[in-house]
C-alpha cells in the first residue's frame, strides 16, 4: 500500500477538512494509493505578508517532518504558495510535491503561455515569487482576480455557482485579451469551481490539488525524488526545536476564546 500525505495549511475540524479532502475525489490515482490530510497544529491567519510565509513554512515542517518515519511514501502541501517544501526536502528523502510550481511547469507542457484567475489581489505576490524563481514570468500571460473574499474553511459553499461565473469572466478576459493558452487556478480552495470551468472554458484548466498527487505518483513511479544537491541536509537537524514551538503554538491555538479572523490560502 503507497501512502500519501497532504497537508492541510491551517487548523481545523474534521468537518472543514472534508471540503479539502474532496479534492482526491477528482483525480484516478493507483490503486493502492491512500490519500490521508493532515492540518498544522498552528498557522499565521492569512498568507499576505512576509512574515506569514515565514511562519508557514515552520507549520508545514512540523506538520510532515516525521512523514517518512510514519510510513508515507510522498508529501503533498494543499496551498498554491508552496510552503514548506524546500524545508521539508530538507528533511526528507521521500518526494514533496507543491501545487505551485507543479501547476505552472504543467501549463507549458499543455501550450505556450497560461493565466492564473484567482480571489483576490492579497495572492498575486504568491504566483510572482514562485515564476521569478522557475524563471518563467514571461509565460505567465496574466494574474486576474475576481476580489471575493477567499473562505478557507468552507471554501466556496453556496457561492459556488456565483464564483463560478466571476472565474469564467476573468478566464475568458485571460484568453481573449491576454492571450492565455491554458488557465490555473489560483488556490487549491478554489477546487469546487474546476469542473465548472472546464466545461465552460476552450482551453485546458489546471486544478492544481489533484495535480500535486498525480505528480506524487508519477515521481514514485519513476523512483525518483528531489536532489540533495538541490536541498541538502542540515549539519543539525532541529526536529526538536520545532516540535516545542508547536506544541507551544498548539497551546495557544487551543486556548484562545475568541473567534479567529478568516484566514485564505
Known sequence: MTKLLVLVPFPMTDDQRAFREAQADAVTLAGDM?????????????????????????????????????GFDAVCIDTMSD???????????????????????????????????????????????TLADLGIADRCASIRAINVAPDNRNLLGDKAGDVGALLQAAAETCIDEDGAEVILLGSTTMHEAHEYLSAALPVPVINPGPLSYKMAEAALGLGLSHSRQAYPRSLAPRDDLVEAMFDAGAAFETRSQKKPPEETS
Request: charged residues 20%; hydrophobic residues 50%; without cysteine.
Open 34 to 70: 491512500e490519500v490521508h490530510f493532515r492540518s498544522v497544529r498552528a498557522a499565521p491567519r492569512n498568507y499576505v505578508s512576509h512574515a506569514d510565509y515565514a511562519l508557514a513554512d515552520l507549520s508545514m515542517l512540523d506538520a510532515g517532518q516525521h512523514a517518512q518515519k510514519e
Open 83 to 129: 510552503s514548506g517544501v524546500a524545508a521539508l526536502r530538507s528533511v526528507l528523502d521521500i518526494p514533496v510535491i507543491g501545487p505551485g510550481r507543479a501547476s505552472m511547469l504543467m501549463a507549458l507542457l499543455l501550450g505556450n503561455r497560461f493565466s492564473i484567475v484567482t480571489m483576490w489581489d492579497a495572492w498575486k505576490p504568491l504566483y510572482t515569487k
